[in-house]
């Protein structure tokens, strides 16, 4: 390591135009600072503009490979096919590259990270690449991940209140648009199909979102299944390494703008209780357990837009099982769902070159 | 039952001028007419107001023991403390009594009801009250009770999307005022506490719902649990019949003016398969299967409001369970969810007369 410790690595932000890069821009300006040179990269027709990140202004470039000549990690926050695509070609310039799409999660030889659950898994990149969760996962992880050390974890049922940002600026734009066509309207809501009539485009949703909600996200995968539900299953098995945990996942959007809610009901080889469980939380790191019904504390996605942690609420013991929890869980997407940690992981990997 | 066959059955509808009630005023209007008289009762405050019911204008009688003198049926679609202390009177006055109320249900010498379910279950009052389910548990139990005469049910887990309205006329006109101050606003929901300070009162519910869920609903009980959630678990047991059914429910305020949705996980004795099921469900009376994802058919709020049946969609078997299916159901909580199931049990037990 002694060659790396000689200076700060450089950083390429791929994909920093984006929803999920412009929240990364504002992370890299507010938290402490271990990189040296930062590259902005984005699609050529961005190519040119001026973005601000550490306060400073640069100049985006445009994906190309030899833009990752000379970068030691590179963030990318694109859609599937892109990283598909250009991450192998930046590993191959020699950038580690932390892959916030989905195109490599369940890779056998792609580590798929969550710092504050499995941080080791970092290490072992035998493609040069590690993969950032699918934001809906990362809701509940961090939470199951503390109550799995704790307990044993065996089964979850979820059902989500996904948030229209984790469609992208275009589910944002399509929400704001449908809620000012529906405010005002004294009796929408009372018949069926009058907000179909009201809002028009419904795009990227399949159904109108404000004053709705929808049970459908991703695409159709065997048997009725949602890929966004597949994915809560088989990334929760990689990343808590238990590949034989049992996951029903049922996933809805709801008309919020950022931050994905969870409701879980989790299953233990041990026996729960409810303050046990809550002192697990209470100390658990990446997490805030707020949880005083009686004062009205529990988590909503108004009060933690915005936010790094987990936030998690509604602890209690199941009534008629002694081994589960439900719980209510709410995260911000594009922070911790996305842009945060994928942050931590470039965080982890720079420390090669302070050691 | 001669003495009863002379005439059509005098009844009661008492809080006609509130949320449900003017609901069921619309379905008293609709449905084939079994009633002779029709009286309409509420508060004093609402006396001598007129009413349309089967296209005749009737004058609103204030709430008293004489109004009961001579009705047969009588519906009550009031809060709870108005029906603790009336319907032991207007029962005691010969009406059989169809209570909407919660003051009821749990009583053991009253039968709650759901005539897709468990009509039996009307004829024995030994009270001559019959209680209405609530509203959230009334939006899955049809489909769980067609579920389980075909495999056997051992266990739910169920996630709710309850509309405003289950807060009755209060929760929707705080919704619509909240809807109209956070429309057109560019960045609300990107910082935490935004719209909180935006939509001002939020009452009746404990947090802002525009832009927003709320996983709470009802009062704080023992451990945690709210007074909704243990309504599920307890009315669904005695509708079903079912004992030691293992319940565990977490309720949620959505941004929705009217309609209940449930994301269910239901456990079996029997093993399931997703065609058998979707079988089941389409000959359900009271069900309407809407399970095409591939079409974009799957059942929302939007398309189900003002509608009469139970309609379920996203069938599919556990992955990780072969006895499990996991299934989104969405129901109109002011019609099926609480009118349109009194009526179908004042029509039940109107039947007397007609035999």
Known sequence: MTRKAQRRPTLAVVGATGAVGTVMLALLTERADVWGEIRLVASPRSAGRTLSVRGEQVEVLALSADVFDGVDVAMFDVPDEVSAHWAPIAAARGA????????????????????EVNPEAAAQRPLGIIANPNCTTMSMIVVLGALHRAY????????????????????????????????GSRDLGTRSGDI???VGDVEPFPAP????????????????????ELKIRNESRKILGLHTLRVSATCVRVPVVTAHSVAVHATFAAEVDQAGAQEVLRGAPGVVLYDEPAVGEFPTPADVVGTDPTWVGRVRRSIDDRHSLDLFVCGDNLRKGAALNTAQ???????????
């Open 96 to 115: 580690v590259v932390v892959d916030n799409s989905g195109a490599f999660r369940m890779h056998p030889q792609v580590p798929l990270v969550v710092p």
């Open 152 to 183: 044993g974890l065996q089964a979850i049922v979820a059902a989500s209140y996904q948030a229209a940002s984790g469609a992208g600026q275009g589910g944002i734009d399509t929400l704001r648009s449908q809620m000012e066509k529906v405010a």
């Open 196 to 198: 179909r009539g009201v």
């Open 209 to 228: 979102l404000a004053l709705n909600v929808v049970p459908w996200a991703g695409s159709l995968r065997d048997d009725g299944w949602s890929s966004e």
């Open 345 to 355: 992981i470039a965080e982890l990997v720079a420390k090669d070159w302070s050691r």
